[in-house]
Structures are given as structure tokens and as C-alpha cells.
């Protein structure tokens, strides 16, 4: 899982500073979408030839580490 994860880099120059896939001017936060949007592997992959398999994973591995550590309050339904 550390590998997947060592995947996801950080550059304040590119995208100021938001998580990216290995430095490439991809970030975690367009690939979550695409998946969201509905967006297959094969055609995330095939749209972006420099992603591989795993770094679509190390999104999404990404994504639960940052969910996994978020602090649930008591939160009161709008009514």
C-alpha cells in the first residue's frame, strides 16, 4: 500500500501544491472526478497514456487515507 501511496507527490510550483500523480501536472482531484463523472480505467488510461493502472489506484488509496482521517462531528440534519 506505502507503494501506491509513494505515488502521490506534492510541488507547490505545479498546481500549487495540490496532491499530483508522480509530478505529472495530474492531480488526485481530476482523477477522482473522472471516476465520479463516471469515466472508465481503460478510458482515463487511454486519454492520459502517461497514467499507469496503479496510479489510478493510488488516487483513490489517496482519497480513503484522507477520509479515513476525518473527524466526524455530531451534525444536525437541515431541516
Do not use: W
Not at 500500500?1 to 507547490?12: G, H, P, S, V
Amino acid at each position: 500500500m506505502q507503494d501506491l501511496l509513494n505515488r502521490i507527490t506534492f510541488n507547490q510550483e505545479i498546481l500549487c501544491g495540490k496532491p499530483l500523480i508522480r509530478g505529472l501536472r495530474i492531480s488526485v482531484e481530476m482523477i477522482l472526478e473522472l471516476l465520479a463523472r463516471g469515466a472508465s480505467e481503460e478510458e482515463i488510461l487511454q486519454d492520459y497514456p502517461l497514467l499507469e493502472p496503479d496510479d489510478l489506484r493510488a488516487a483513490l488509496l489517496y482519497a480513503h487515507h484522507m477520509v479515513a482521517r476525518e473527524n466526524v462531528f455530531d451534525r444536525v440534519a437541515a431541516g
